[in-house]
């Protein structure tokens, strides 16, 4: 094992800190280097759920989340066409499985944010902001980057790379690693208005609304104090130019379809995405390590992404530590096959499932599938069973079974 225990990771948002953190605490020092000047404020991820507030909870960091977040303990089903409420899922039932019965609705550059500020008190830690990582040189007992800044490319020497840079990351390609799997045809169109979804109409703060023609997930961040924000997300035709769909007069035009109103709908953010369902071939390749956006990249029905990537995480810096420590450095391929199964099994399985749900369009598929929705929200048992998935905690039970033997 080399003397050089630093670790580097490559990017530095929410899952890149985090992984800094929970080495750091540990004293491994650690460099983090991400291309953007400083923290991204971009309005992106904000459902964490109970499985992911565990590991975070292990860190002390919920307390400072639930102050700049909103607690969501229920989430609903509508159908658009009928305007009725189809299911109300109550995350109570969860109340014998975790500490946290509940979802924050945190966005993910305040997450970035808490983690930051107690990085910035870690000796061991060093977070590059303005340093890209543009290439990597692997060696038996270590690893290289170049990076480039505003001085010029520089070589940086540790023991481990971290990739957590992103759907587009670098660090993947520069280690070759396939990044398998689609493309949806649609696109995602994200429109945030200070309209008070709750108040007015009704809906609670994660509301998804089936349709055959056009489904749309309503829900509401706190984003700079009260009364909150709340974000629409719709599919949008890959045919239509973004600038089309971005105009006030389509993008009023959608808000009054979906939810007549005699005002107009005061619109302080919009954007359009192209949505992938992709995960990386392996998690680890030699001495670079994927998490998060890197190693796997999902719709955002569900709010799966961000969460996967921090139990990621959480998963990875556990078992590097003990390697660092001199363990086998098999437990990074344990790391890989635990994170990579249950992204397949459960991240995409779920993801896709959550976006064929709210877009059935043959009538009789739609009557069974609320139906169903409504019985299993009835039934206790059912409810349970359906949490257990959906916030994420059945996902990291299935990834704690799996062993050395199975990563063989």
Known sequence: MTSNKRVLISGGGPVGLFCALLL??????????????ELQADPRAATTHPATLEVLGDAGLVEDMVEVGLTAPTFQFWDRPTHNLVATFDLDLLKN?????????????????IILKRLLTMPNV??????????????????????????????????WLIGADGGRS????????????FTWAER??????????????????????????????????????????WRLVFPADANVSEESLLTDEAVHARFQKFFPNPKPYDIVHRNIYTVH???????????????????????????????????????????LVQVLDGASDRLMDLYSQQRRTVSIEFVQAQSIANKKQLETKDPEERKVMLA????????????????????????????AAITLEDAS
């Open 277 to 319: 369902q992709r995960v990386a071939s392996t998690f680890r390749k030699g001495r670079v390590l994927l998490a998060g956006d890197s190693a796997h990249v999902n719709n955002s029905i569900g709010g799966m992404g961000l969460n996967g990537g921090l139990q990621d995480a959480a998963n990875l810096a556990e078992k």
């Open 188 to 229: 995602f169109l994200v429109l945030t208005t200070p309209f008070d979804f709750n108040k007015e109409l009704g809906y609670c703060p994660r509301s998804y609304f089936a349709d055959p023609e056009e489904w749309c997930n309503c829900f509401k961040v706190a984003a700079d104090g009260p009364p909150g924000l």
């Open 24 to 37: 750091g605490r540990r004293g491994i020092p650690v460099r983090v280097f991400d291309a953007n000047h």
């Open 126 to 159: 060093e977070v590059m902001f303005g340093h890209k990582v543009t290439g990597i040189t692997q060696k038996a007992d270590g690893i290289s980057v170049e990076v480039q800044s505003k001085s010029g490319v520089e070589t940086h020497d540790g023991a």
């Open 97 to 113: 499985d975790t500490k946290y019965p509940y979802v924050i609705q945190c966005e993910q550059y305040k997450t970035a944010q």
């Open 372 to 399: 169903d929705l409504a019985q299993t929200a009835a039934d206790p048992v059912k409810a349970r069973a359906y949490l257990l998935r959906t916030s994420m905690i059945a996902m990291q039970e299935r990834a």
């Open 170 to 181: 670098a660090t993947r390609k520069a280690a070759e690693i396939p990044f398998e799997g």
